[in-house]
Structures are given as C-alpha cells and as structure tokens.
C-alpha cells in the first residue's frame, strides 16, 4: 500500500504494557508485512511463555487439590480406624481450580482488556474465550476421537456429570447472547453481570450434585476415589456402611488388584528377585497404568513440546523412594526399631529349653549382637517356677563376661532326678543387669522345662490357634510332648476343611508322626496355596488322633486285664501311657501377609503419577529448567537434536519462572499466587501484541482472537487431551473436563470483567455499552453448533459405537472430519460478519 494515505496508515492504540511501533504514519507495504511478521513470533513466544508458566500455576492447583487428612472411621460393630480423607472433591477441584488453570490466560485476558480500555468493552477478550470454546469442544474432541487406536473406544463414565457441565456451557452462551440481546440490548447492567458470575457457583454445585449421586455405597456422602482415598470430607467422625470399601467406585479396589497380579506375573517373570525388587518394579508398572490429573496430562504436553523431557521417566525414581519410604513407616508403625545406646545386646538364644528329669546337667545359650568391640559383663540367676530348687533342680547365680569378639556364651544348669510321676515343670532363668548399662537386650528372661521321663506323656499342640500368611509357603504345626517322655510313641494326624478348601487353599494330608523315646517335639508340614488375593481370611483344621506305643508294652497289655488283675506294676503302666492333651485340635487362618497388604494399601494411595510434578526447592526447580531431557516415550535415552532446539527456545522462560516459589512451600498456595500474578502479566503483554499484530495487518481484534489467540492459548489442551484420550480408559479427562471449561470462561472471564466495568460506570453516572453484532452473532453459531456435537457424541454411546471416542474406523474419522467442518464453518462465518460481508445481528 505505497499509494493513498489512508492505505499507508496504521491504525493502532498504545496498550496497557506495550506502545505501538512507530511511526504510524506512511508506513510502506513490505515494511508493514514484516511488523506483521514480528509481532505473529513474539506472539506464538508469549504463547510459550503463558503455557510454562500456566503449568507452575498446575502444579500448585494439584498440590492443593491432592490435599489429605486423617479422620476417625467407625464401622458398624463400634470400631474405629483411622483412614486416609482427601479435602477436596474430584468434581469440584475440576471445575473450579483445575478450570480456572486451564483457561486463565483467557480469563485474565477478559479481564485485563476491561481495565486497558479503561472499563469499555473490547472484542478481542470476550471473542478469545468464545474462540477458544468453540476450538475446544470442535478440534479437541475431534482429535480424542480420531487418535484412539483402531478397535478402541473411551466412555464417559461420569455420564451424569458430563449432562450438567454440557448443559451449564451451552446456557452459558446462551446467557450471552440473552444480556446482549434480549434483556437490555448493548448495554449489561450490574445485576447481569454479577448474575453471569453466580452461576459459576451454580455451575459447580449442581455437578457435585450429580456426581453424589453415582455413590450411595458410604453414609454421609463418602466415597472412595482412584487414589485410595476418601473424597470430601466434612467432619472428623464418619460411618461407614461398607467398611470393607467394596463395590464402591471400584478403582481402589480395582488399583490393588491390579497391583497383585502385576506382582503376580513379575514373580514368575522374576523367580530369583526379592520381594523388595518385585514390589518396586510392581509400582512402577502401575504408576504408569494408574490415574492421572488433568494438570498432570496438561504439562506432561507442555514439557514434551518444550524439550523437557517426559514426566513418566521420572517414575522409577519415584517408585523407589516409595517403597523404601512404606518400608521404614511400617517399620515405625511395627515398633520393630529399638533404641539401644551402647550399639549392642545381650540376650538369650533361644529363651525356651525342654529337658529331660533324668538329663542331669545341660547348658543355656547367651547371644551377643550388635558392636563387638567392647567388653560386656552381664549377671544371671535363676528363679522358681512350678519347678522348686534343690527339689526340681539346682539353683545357679553369676556372671559371664564377653570379651571383646565374642558373640555367645554358654552357662551350665543341673535338674534332679526322682522317681515320682509328675506333671511337667519349669523354671527361669534371668539376665538381671549388664555393665556397659544398656546392655541387656530381650529376651532376657529363658524358660525351663523338665519332661518327666516315667510317663508316656500327653500330646498336643503348642497353641490352638495359628495365624499365617498365604505366602509362607510351607509352615511348621509344632506338635509337643509333655507330662513324660517314655517309649515310642505313633501319633495319627489328619487335616480338614473349614472355609479353607482343600486343593484351592492348602495341600490336604493325612499321616503320622513318631516320636522317639525321650523325644519332646515334632512338626507337622502344612503345605499352603498362595493365591495373591489381597483381603484373604479363611480356616483349616488339623486334626491329632489317639497316640499308640510302638511295639509291644505293659500298659497295652495290662488295659486286657480286669482292675482287680493288674499288678502294681501294670497299674503305674496304664497310668503313664501316652494320651492326648488339652489342645488335640488346630484352628489354622490363612490371611494374607499383614506387611504385604499395608504395604498395597500404602503405594496405592501412592499409586498417582500427579504428584510427580510438584517441585520441592528453587535448586530443583533451576536444575530442572537447566536439562535437556529426550521426550520420546520410547527407549530413547539422549535428548534429540529437536530436544536441544526446543529447549534452546524455550530457556529464557524457564529460567525466568523457576524464580516462582516451589510448590511444597505454604502447601501450594504461594506457587499458586505468584503463578496466576505472572500468568497475568504475560497475558497482558499477549493482549497488547495481539491488537498491535491485528492494527498492522488490519484484522479486526474479534479475528484476531478467534483465529491466532483463541488457538496458541489451547494448544497445550490439544496435546494434553489426546494423550488423556490414548492412555486413560475413559473420556472424561478428555471430553468432560471440554464442557466444564468452556462454562467457566464465560462465567469467570466475562462475568468478573463485565460486572466491574458495570459497576465502574453505574458510579460514574453512566452505563457499560457493549454493542451486541460480532460477538452476539458469534456466540449463537456456537450455541448451534454445540449442541450439534453434543447430540453427535450422545448419539456415539449406542450399541453401533459403544463410546464417545475411538470405535470403527470409518465412523471415527467421520465423526473428526464433522467436527473440524463444523470449526472452519465458525471460523469462516464469524469472519465474514466482522467484515460485514453478511449480515449479522
């Protein structure tokens, strides 16, 4: 445009931040293309900026959002427990600070335009969020729906919410075309605006509503979430009707056993690793299958087009330093840590002996562990039990001296003989101090029992209740032999099923064990089935038959004789033949591991990649932004040449915003302002760019936004919504979180901004004029086809495609190609008004 002045002049105002590019005035062709040229780079570089630090202001959002407390469950037998509450509500977290994360470039650029044009209304912030929702519910879902593998589809499994947040964002602009239009054409008076703002509440509470009413299974609006925790929380005292949390959501329950037979298949794939190994590996696996955030997919994107790297290869980092920090809370919780000062103890080994009345004397072991560098003296005595001294045994009382090296010593003790039946006895002995003090570990007080040798004995088990682990494989049933010793003795035995089966839970047997004379103890094998099961408790049996001496003897021979026949020597006999005990049957209980299951329920509620993206200090944050990282998914372990361009580019901002506080600091909420105060100030610079790139070309602001600011401020939902779509097994991080943004916009961006230019000009005696043509006609070729697309992916959920996203081939790419007809055809249409090529309203 060399010729007329008119065509040589741009028509620019200087804007909040940036002033224009002068001269103005007889500003050649060629020159004005490439302003042109200047202002579309620095512009897509603010988009960079806006989208780095919009994904600090993420982080902190899910840090807040991931908030937990511990509140006192009672069950419906009067016990309590303590479990594990989430603050927030899922629904409500994503409508309001997830939301207000993901679309507040567009908000603040609503807002920010109000106060630069010094409260008039601007085309360019309210045409950006009804671009930017028209781009979101057509090309994104366009997108999900086409990116699903073949054969593949995605459901909404929230439908109920989904229904809310579609019908709230299709009212939402149908409200703005109602005050624009309708109620008090061009001019939005206060109670408009501050009623456009009320109902982002509206909004929220009405899907919550619905997403309490997909969980009736916990009394008091309780449920729990993927994560392994109770969601909303309202007071410290809960009761629940399902204590055993089935057939709730069912992600918990279906993340545990997902991590039992991931555990499972690596044990057979893995037959030499330990279990800390397979654990770890096991939690990996699942970290990276299991449920991720909306702020997680949103800067997983972010850093991948950044060359950041891909924060999945931060998992097994991060499955280490969980496992290993469940390992040590159990260990606190267990109390197995001990406190000992002088770095070793003293104890005995074992604490229990059985003895013999006519084994005269034997020794008892002392163990030393720990530092065996320094002498230890420790004192002993012994102390009457049932068993008195010098009738029952010889009583001792000194000391053993451990020199340095020495890790065991032995101290000898004597029983005394007789001839009278008797029943079993016993006696202590007890470790009474230890020089250096501190010394003197546990057990230290042992046990003595004296068999007598004139009896047959009585035969039982030790305990008759056991309690074991599915995964200990084979267990030892301790069969003892007390009240004498004599003979040989053969004792039946035989298991039974209880709600333990036979074949499913254990190996059932059937035998007998022998016992040689003056033989005290004997062990049963029980060989038991591991099923992997996580809350697993059911019973056995095992049963002790009639003992029977081996071979000949007086007493089976006296019992054929009559009472008055017997002599006194066959009396003694039947007298000390061997019989059952008290306890001749065993209760067995099959659970599984009580570590293991603490240990499931402990990474499950870990078993969220999200937290992977909080940051802990400012060095963290600068080394961060200081790395190249590869980010291909794949094996790929060095950065590409692409890597290195992109973070080349992109370096300035992420130097310039690791200076935001960390997300750990103030749990969040300092991160969370400084980030929303810098998002501000960036988009007040894209707002300025953006009217001087459409002055200089002369487009229109309303094009402008719809076209270029509408599109660079959604492209990290594209790319976070497709990757959602692929890897989760649902549509609602892709498709339902769409319908609740574009509400939000309206009712944020335009209701907070509209609201404080109608007040600004009711005090000063006038009215906040907004002329309803471009953005009326705009938001009603929405509108229309909104519901369009909300029809189409209703209609998807039938038999013929069985979801919103993916399904066949032919139908997928039908359903894309529609969706984008539908974008370009708004894109197109808008235009054309603003230029009044056809006539709008």
Avoid at 546 to 567: C, D, F, H, V, W
Wanted: hydrophobic residues 40%.
């Amino acid at each position: 445009m060399t010729g007329g002045t008119s065509n040589s002049t741009i028509h620019c105002e200087d804007g909040l931040l940036l002033p224009c590019w002068r001269p103005l005035d007889e500003v050649l062709l060629l020159d004005r293309v490439g302003r042109g040229f200047v202002y579309f780079f620095i512009l897509a570089y603010l988009f960079i900026g806006v989208s780095i630090i919009s994904d600090r202001f993420m982080a902190a959002i899910e840090v807040i959002t991931s908030q937990e407390r511990e509140v006192s469950v009672r069950k419906p037998n009067g016990d309590t427990q303590i479990v594990v509450v989430r603050v927030w509500n899922e629904t409500v977290a994503n409508l309001t600070l997830m939301a207000l994360g993901s679309s507040a470039p567009e908000i603040l650029l609503s807002i920010i335009e109000i106060w630069a044009k010094k409260f008039q209304a601007g085309d360019l912030g309210p045409s950006t969020i009804v671009g930017s929702a028209a781009y979101n519910l057509l090309v994104i879902i366009a997108i999900c729906v086409s990116v699903i593998p073949n054969g593949e589809v995605r459901k909404i499994k929230h439908l109920g919410v989904f229904i809310v947040t579609a019908t709230w964002s299709v009212f939402a602009y149908v409200w703005l075309y109602l005050i624009l239009a309708v109620f008090s054409p061009s001019v939005v008076e206060i109670w408009e605006g501050l009623l456009t703002f009320c109902f982002f509440p509206a909004t929220v509470l009405t899907a919550y509503m619905a997403d309490r009413k997909l969980y009736k299974y916990i009394k008091r609006d309780y449920r729990m979430n993927r994560r392994g925790v109770i969601v909303q929380a309202e007071g410290d005292n809960l009761e629940l009707a399902n204590p055993d949390f089935s057939g709730l959501d069912g992600d918990h329950d279906d993340l545990k056993h997902e991590y039992i037979i991931t555990l499972k298949e690596l044990r057979q794939q893995h037959p030499q690793a330990d279990l800390g190994a397979l654990e770890r590996m096991a939690h990996e696996m699942v970290l990276n299958r299991g449920p991720k955030s909306r702020a997680f997919y949103r800067i997983q994107a972010t850093r991948k087009l950044m060359g950041s790297g891909d924060l999945l290869r931060r998992i097994s980092e991060r499955a280490q330093s969980d496992l290993s920090e469940v390992k040590a809370e159990l260990q606190r919780e267990s109390g197995n840590a001990e406190y000992n000062p002088t770095g070793c103890k003293v104890f005995f080994e074992p604490a229990k002996y059985t003895v013999l009345e006519n084994c005269g004397q034997f020794e008892v072991t002392v163990a030393r562990e720990g530092d065996l560098d320094t002498a230890v003296r420790v004192e002993y005595t012994t102390e009457d039990g049932t068993a008195t001294a010098y009738s029952d045994y010889i009583p001792a009382k000194g000391s053993l001296h451990f020199e340095p090296g020495d890790k065991e010593k032995r101290l000898t003790l004597e029983v005394i003989d007789d001839d009278v039946f008797e029943a079993d006895e016993h006696f202590y002995v007890r470790l009474c101090s230890a020089k250096p003090a501190g010394a003197l570990g546990s057990p230290n007080l042992a046990t003595v029992v004296i068999l007598d040798d004139d009896h047959g004995g009585l035969f039982r088990f030790d305990q008759q209740n056991h309690e074991l682990v599915e995964s200990v494989g084979t267990y030892e049933l301790k069969v003892v032999r007390c009240s004498g010793a004599r003979g040989r003795v053969i004792l039946p035995y035989w298991t039974e099923d209880g709600t333990a089966k036979a074949g499913k839970d254990y190996e059932k047997i059937e035998g007998q064990v022998i016992f040689e004379n003056n033989e005290s103890e004997k062990t049963i094998l029980l060989n038991i089935i591991e099923e992997d099961r996580y809350e697993k408790d059911v019973l056995m049996y095992v049963q002790l038959g009639e003992p029977q001496m081996s071979g000949a003897s007086l007493a089976a021979s006296a019992e054929k004789k009559k009472p008055e026949e017997r002599t006194e020597q066959e009396k003694v006999a039947i007298m000390g033949r061997p019989r059952l005990g008290d306890i001749s049957r065993a209760q067995i209980r099959i659970k599984e591991s009580k570590e293991f299951k603490n240990t499931v329920d402990k990474l499950v509620q870990r078993a969220n990649a999200s937290i992977l993206i909080g940051t802990s200090s400012w060095k963290e944050q600068f080394i961060e932004a200081m790395t190249v990282s590869a980010s291909d998914e794949e094996d790929q372990k060095e950065p590409s040449t692409m890597d290195y361009v992109l973070h080349t580019v992109t370096l300035f901002w992420k130097l310039t915003f690791a200076f935001v506080p960390p997300t750990d600091m103030f749990k969040g909420y300092l991160c969370f302002v400084v980030s929303i105060f810098c998002i501000g100030v960036v988009t007040a610079i894209i707002g300025d760019v953006a009217s001087h790139f459409g002055a200089t070309l002369g487009i229109k602001d309303s094009v402008t936004a719809i076209v270029f600011v509408a599109l660079g401020t959604s492209i990290p939902d594209t790319f976070a919504s497709k990757v959602a779509a692929i890897h989760d097994k649902h549509a609602d991080a892709s498709v339902g979180n769409v319908t609740g943004s574009n509400a939000v916009n309206v009712f944020l961006g335009i209701g907070v901004a509209w609201s404080i230019a109608a007040i600004y000009h009711y005090c000063k005696g006038g009215a906040f004029i907004v002329p309803p043509g471009n953005l009326a006609f705009s938001v009603t070729l929405f509108c229309t086809e909104a519901l369009i697309t909300i029809m189409v992916l209703l209609l998807r959920r039938s038999k013929l495609v069985g979801g919103e996203l993916g399904g066949p081939t032919a139908i997928k790419y039908a359903t894309s190609g529609f969706l984008v007809f539908l974008w370009l055809f708004y894109l197109v249409m808008s235009t054309l008004e603003v230029y009044d090529v056809i006539e709008g309203f």
